[in-house]
C-alpha cells in the first residue's frame, strides 16, 4: 500500500513528537520529518527533499509563522495541501488562514479520529474543516447533485465575494454604496441560504463552489 507522506511543521517539540507518533499509527500515512517554523519548511524545499503531499501546520511560530508559511507554499508548491492544527479558534485568524492557501483547519483538542478521516479528506477531495471551526453544514452541500441550485443573484455574489477579503462589513457596504443594514440583510439572507452561521462558512462556500480562488 503506497502511503501518503507527511510534514509536521510545529515549534513545541513535545507536541510535535507525540503528533509524530499518532500519524505514524496511521495505516495510511508515513512522517516525513518534523520541522520547527515557517522558515524551515521553505529550506526544506529550497533543497532536494522528498516532497510530501500533506503539511499540517501550527499558526502561532516563530521566525516565520503558519500563515506566511502557507502563503509560501501556495505560490511556490500549490500541488501540496496544507491542513491547519493550531490553538487558534478566533475567526480572524481562520480567515486568514484560508486565504493563504489553507485546504483545511483544526484545533488542537479534536479526537485522533477526526484527524486521521481531516488528514484523508484533504489528500483526496483538496478540502476539509470541521464543523466546530467552519460552523456550516457543508455536509448538505456536499449532497446536492447540482451545486448551482442555490441561486445567488449578482448583488449577493459581489457581496459574497468581499466577504472573502479582509475587508470589514463597514467597508464591504461603503464597496456597494449600500447602507450597514442593508448589507446586514445580505449577510443574513446568505446564512439563511447557504446554511451557515458565521463570516467562515460563507467564506467556506465561496472556496468550495469555487466563486472566489483564494
Known amino acids: ?120 479528506e484533504v489528500h483526496l477531495s483538496g478540502f476539509y474543516y470541521t464543523e466546530n471551526v467552519a460552523n456550516t453544514l457543508l455536509s448538505s452541500i456536499d449532497k446536492k447533485e447540482n451545486p448551482t441550485a442555490i441561486k445567488l443573484k449578482e448583488r449577493e455574489l459581489e457581496f459574497l465575494k468581499l466577504v472573502c477579503s479582509e475587508m470589514t462589513y463597514k467597508q464591504i457596504a461603503e464597496r456597494m454604496f449600500l447602507s450597514p443594514k442593508t448589507i446586514e440583510n445580505y449577510r443574513e439572507a446568505l446564512f439563511e441560504k447557504l446554511e451557515a452561521k458565521t463570516r467562515i462558512g460563507l467564506v467556506l462556500y465561496a472556496i468550495k463552489e469555487k466563486i472566489v480562488i483564494l
Not at 8 to 15: E, K, R, S, T
Not at 53 to 74: F, R, S, Y
Request: glycine letters at 4%; a negative charge; hydrophobic letters at 45%.
Open 1 to 120: 500500500m503506497h502511503k501518503i507522506d507527511i510534514i509536521i511543521v510545529d515549534d513545541h517539540l513535545l507536541f510535535s513528537q507525540a503528533l509524530k507518533g499518532l500519524v505514524s499509527n496511521f495505516k495510511e500515512f508515513n512522517v516525513l520529518t518534523i520541522l520547527n517554523n515557517g522558515k524551515e519548511i521553505i529550506d526544506y524545499f529550497s533543497e532536494e527533499n522528498k516532497q510530501p503531499q500533506v503539511v499540517l501546520m501550527d499558526i502561532q511560530m516563530p521566525i516565520v509563522n503558519g500563515i506566511e508559511a502557507t502563503q509560501w507554499l501556495k505560490e511556490n508548491k500549490p500541488e501540496i495541501k496544507v491542513l491547519a492544527l493550531s490553538m487558534e479558534a478566533e475567526e480572524e485568524t481562520i480567515l486568514k488562514m484560508l486565504r493563504a492557501g489553507a485546504k483545511g483547519y483544526l484545533l488542537k483538542d479534536i479526537h485522533p479520529s477526526i484527524l486521521q478521516h481531516a488528514l484523508k
